[in-house]
């Protein structure tokens, strides 16, 4: 199933297999026995988020039953043209880059700053996602603060739904390089980890964007 299917194209689904229109489905059921996946966070995530395809996606990606798409958003080039669109360029080339390029940016915002004032460096971690007990905040923090630079300056510069949910797209995909510089075995719980901070941020960051 595709990651995000319509509501309709659900129901035709769950019609076809036999399933009523309306009832929950637990779509991750074939992956709650399986031995990575017994910590107390994995087993949370699993019940929250168990009928959500999303979530399906990411453990078949962990499992290496499909691939793992881990692409970037791109974005646009510096034009040269003026200040405001070439600091927005580069607002998004950082926010929606990878950890790597961020630290190095971070390393010179100095020299950045003079080229493009008025930037926000700030950042302040990672907040797990409420009611599931998760750690990963140290782990994941290095994709936090990519995810903070893109919200706290393109909230300013350019704030869009779509810019919001291309930070949040990049932030994913952040996490899970991360998950997979990981040992297998802790690839599934990561990457399930992942998903639930990506949930955190896609209901509830607009008031933070």
């Known amino acids: 199933m595709p990651k995000h299917l319509p509501f309709l194209a659900l129901g035709l689904f769950l019609a076809a297999c036999g399933q009523p229109v309306g009832t929950q489905v637990n779509l991750t059921s074939d992956y ?3 031995p990575e996946l017994q910590d107390p966070q994995s087993r949370a995530i699993l019940q929250r988020y168990g009928d959500d395809p999303g979530l399906l996606q990411a453990l078949r990606e962990a499992y290496d039953e499909v691939p793992r798409p881990l692409s970037l958003p791109a974005a646009p080039a510096l034009g040269g043209l003026d200040l405001a669109s070439d600091r927005l360029s580069y607002i998004k080339s950082v926010g929606w880059g990878s950890v790597p ?10 020299s950045v700053n003079a080229v493009y004032p008025g930037l926000d460096w700030s950042r302040d971690g990672c907040s797990a996602p409420t009611g599931l007990g998760l750690g990963y905040t140290g782990d994941f923090q290095p994709a936090c603060n990519v995810h ?34 990981k040992p297998w075995y802790k690839e599934p719980p990561c990457y399930t980890a992942a998903y639930a901070y990506y949930q955190a941020v ?5 008031d933070s964007f």
């Open 32 to 34: 709650a026995a399986r």
């Open 148 to 181: 903070d630079f893109g919200y706290r300056n393109l909230k300013v510069y350019q704030r869009t739904d779509a810019n919001r949910r291309t930070t949040d797209e990049a932030f994913y995909t952040n996490m899970k390089t991360i998950c997979n510089a």
């Open 101 to 110: 390029n961020y630290d190095r940016q971070y390393a010179a915002q100095g």
């Open 202 to 206: 896609r209901i509830g960051g607009s």
